[in-house]
């Protein structure tokens, strides 16, 4: 892939030739290579593995005349060179001219970017192999199958994507970076337990972390940890929830946070920001500097680089996605949180730890419930903070009667979620954006499935 930097140059330059009083250009190209188990083929134990490429481009123009009159053109396909930079230029003025004024619209200020320390770019990528990609995912299979023949892969797939993305403004901005990105898929099932599936993903900036930890053994330990039924408790106990589950909720409420949806109403914090939700130790934040982060960037889709913000300080709702329209309204900076078409763009999440050990705390807990993974994806309401979640329980803290007890469902908020935190385990670790650990809670409603 050549430098997309010349390119979002020309398209500024363009716009303000013919008549714009300013613009802004991004460009961004991604290359997505896709590694699929197929199945083991009859007689053989090599896996079947497919692969499927393929480049795609889009390009944003946003050019400003008198009276904030903005006019956006967008162009996709397969590569930037196939895009009519003058027609592009053309389009967007046109519809900047029949535009509406509006004071409010206009490039983001000037701020520095800086591409260093990021290690979003993995060096080794270049010297990868094909056979390198179809070793992760048979060693995979291997490793799951190790664990007890009876299990089975149901799915492997192996993602790699190569990013470049350029940005250029009339406001003298002009920066550009490269990434990867891959991700290890998996899932497995047991012969004697079909219906019961485990799921597991890795993801990461380097092909080194998902090539090395051996995802397929830990779905098959915790499809073997809930094979022995146990009898349902009679009185109700401590819920532990694992930090993967954590991981997947928690990018579902960010959005909340976002001050477009707040002002709209169309957030559960509508009418909560600025007030305790959770206990006063609950500490969330956003970070999309992290090094290696999933969500780590330089700069957002609008020029912006990002800036570290605590959602939740102390319990208390504290911070709020600004994109730059919001910013003027507020004489503040944009928090560099914004994608092409205005949507929220999150960054890497990170839950500060408690200061104990998973097993100092379940030593003082006797017995308790462990949700060891989701029976479905969750569904949860942005506008009421209302959360459904469908897990498989364990029960544990025990010598004797310990055992799967099925599928449960809990019908809460987010509120009530918080507050029924009681401890945050200090094994933090990286689940995709997420840097979490593991949450114990009293009180939330259980129902048998």
């Known amino acids: 892939m050549s430098s997309l930097s010349p390119l979002v140059e020309q398209l500024v330059s363009a716009a303000q030739q013919q008549g714009a009083i300013a613009a802004e250009a991004y460009i961004q190209q991604e290359r997505h290579q896709r590694w699929r188990f197929a199945g083991l083929t009859r007689g053989r134990s090599n896996p079947e593995i497919s692969c499927d490429d393929r480049t795609e481009s889009v390009l944003n123009l946003r050019v400003y005349l008198p009276g904030g009159r903005l006019g956006v053109a967008t162009r996709r396909g397969e590569s930037p060179e196939a895009f009519e930079a003058a027609g592009v230029v053309i389009d967007a003025l046109a519809i ?20 260093r320390g990021l290690e979003i770019d993995d060096p ?50 002009l920066s550009d970076e490269r990434s990867t990105y891959y991700s290890l898929d998996g899932c497995v099932f047991s012969v004697s337990r079909p219906e019961r599936l485990i799921t597991g993903r890795l993801d990461s900036r380097h092909f080194s972390d998902v090539a090395s930890r051996p995802l397929g053994a830990e779905l098959a330990n915790r499809l073997e940890s809930g094979d022995r039924a146990a009898k349902a408790p009679r009185e109700a106990l401590p819920l532990v929830i694992e930090p993967h589950l ?62 570290p913000l605590p959602l939740i300080r102390e319990g208390i709702a504290s911070s709020v996605y600004l994109n730059p329209v919001q910013a003027r309204k507020r004489d503040a900076r944009p928090t560099g949180h914004a994608r092409i078409d205005g949507s929220l763009w999150p960054g890497n999440l990170l839950i500060r730890p408690g200061s104990r050990s998973r097993n100092m705390l379940f030593a003082d807990l006797g017995r308790y419930l462990t949700a060891l993974d989701f029976v479905e994806p969750p569904v949860f309401d942005l506008a009421t903070g209302a959360l459904s979640m469908k897990v498989w329980l ?28 009681t401890a945050l385990a200090s094994d933090q ?20 499935l």
């Not at 900047?96 to 591409?115: C, H, Q, W, Y």
């Not at 080794?124 to 291997?142: A, K, P, Q, T």
């Not at 949806?261 to 992290?290: C, K, M, N, Q, Y």
């Not at 954006?433 to 949450?439: E, K, L």
């Open 246 to 307: 954590i991981a997947h909720l928690l990018p579902m409420i960010t959005p909340a946070f976002d001050a477009v949806r707040i002002a709209r109403g169309e957030s559960f914090l509508h009418d909560r920001f600025g007030t305790r939700i959770g206990p006063s130790w609950l500490h969330i934040v956003d970070d999309a500097s992290l090094p290696s982060g999933l969500q780590t960037r330089s700069f957002d889709d609008r020029g912006v680089s990002p800036v």
């Open 429 to 448: 670790t990286r689940m995709g954006m997420v840097d979490t650990c593991t949450w114990i809670t009293e009180g939330l409603p259980l129902q048998a």
């Open 394 to 421: 364990f029960l544990d803290g025990v010598d004797r009667g310990r055992g799967r007890l099925g599928a449960f469902e809990v019908q809460t908020t987010v509120f009530d979620l918080f507050d029924s935190l």
């Open 124 to 173: 080794r990528r270049g010297r990868l192999e094909d056979e390198d990609r179809r070793d992760v995912i048979s060693w995979n299979i291997g490793t799951a199958r190790g664990v007890n023949p009876r299990i089975r892969p149901q799915r492997f797939v192996l993602s790699e994507t190569w990013q470049q993305r350029a940005y250029a403004s009339s406001r003298g901005v």
């Open 96 to 115: 900047a001219g029949e535009a509406n004024e509006n004071p409010e619209v206009g490039p983001p200020m000037r701020l520095d970017i800086s591409t």
